[in-house]
């Protein structure tokens, strides 16, 4: 998995991923990239900042979202790992 690269923040999102995996016992790799090296980002970054800006935006992006996951907020049987694979 590509996580974009933001040099303030990565250490962060290594914290916070370490965190959640360690709940799981899946097998989760990923790379911090930054948009130029992987154009895939770019649609990532669209449909976040589209949900995040919620109103109109949201509801344009809402049917290609399989799914919202926010670890912060979510009950231990929705986090990833434990949830039934979809796809």
Same mark, same amino acid.
């Given at each position: 998995?590509?996580?974009?690269?933001?040099?303030?923040?990565?250490?962060?999102?290594?914290?916070? *991923?370490?965190?959640?995996? !360690?709940?799981?016992? !899946?097998?989760?790799?990923? !790379?911090?990239?930054?948009?130029?090296?992987?154009?895939? *980002?770019?649609?990532?970054?669209? *449909?976040?900042?589209?949900?995040?800006? @919620? @109103?109109?935006?949201?509801?344009?992006?809402?049917?290609?979202?399989?799914?919202?996951?926010? *670890?912060?907020?979510?009950? !231990?049987?929705?986090?990833? @790992?434990?949830?039934?694979? @979809?796809?």
């Amino acid at each position: 998995m590509a996580i974009e690269s933001c040099a303030h923040q990565d250490l962060r999102d290594r914290q916070t *991923l370490a965190a959640a995996l !360690e709940k799981v016992d !899946e097998p989760f790799t990923y !790379e911090h990239l930054r948009p130029a090296e992987d154009p895939v *980002l770019w649609a990532s970054d669209a *449909l976040a900042w589209c949900f995040g800006a @919620g @109103g109109d935006w949201r509801q344009r992006v809402q049917s290609m979202l399989d799914a919202v996951v926010r *670890l912060d907020q979510c009950p !231990e049987s929705a986090k990833p @790992g434990n949830r039934p694979s @979809g796809r």
